[in-house]
């Protein structure tokens, strides 16, 4: 069964960086989907970014909302992965959540296409 855990939430002022990261255990990783989703108070879970699986040559998408200032990333010999977010926007704030599909290698985007995923880690956007 796998776990994942992210970290490197925390505050930064609008125009800001960070970096969060997601560790995985327990399970295969390299070779499945991996995504990022975020949630705000009063509002649905929505795709962030995805990268693929090694069938998928780690093909990546973003939402529109993010592209040109986040990037994913995975090192899967040490299953790890990373979200890159620059030039943060208040709107950006939330509860950040990795996942891993347990069935789709490519650059899926539903949250019902995941299988496995971490508890959080709040990322707050001040303006």
């Known amino acids: 069964q796998m776990q994942l855990v992210e970290s490197g939430g925390g505050l930064v002022q609008a125009g800001g960086s960070l970096k969060l990261s997601c560790a995985a255990s327990?399970?295969?990783?390299?070779?499945?989907?991996l995504g990022w989703f975020r949630q705000a108070p009063g509002r649905k879970r929505e795709f962030v970014a995805v990268i693929g699986g090694s069938w998928s040559g780690g093909t990546t998408a973003y939402a529109d909302s993010v592209k040109g200032r986040f990037t994913v990333s995975r090192e899967n010999a040490k299953n790890m992965a990373y979200l890159q977010m620059n030039s943060l926007k208040a709107e950006d704030s939330g509860v950040y959540y990795c996942a891993v599909s347990q069935g789709y290698a490519g650059a899926v985007k539903l949250d019902w296409q995941y299988t496995y995923w971490g508890q959080g880690t709040q990322v707050t956007v001040s303006s």
């Open positions: 327990g399970g295969t990783f390299g070779s499945d989907a």
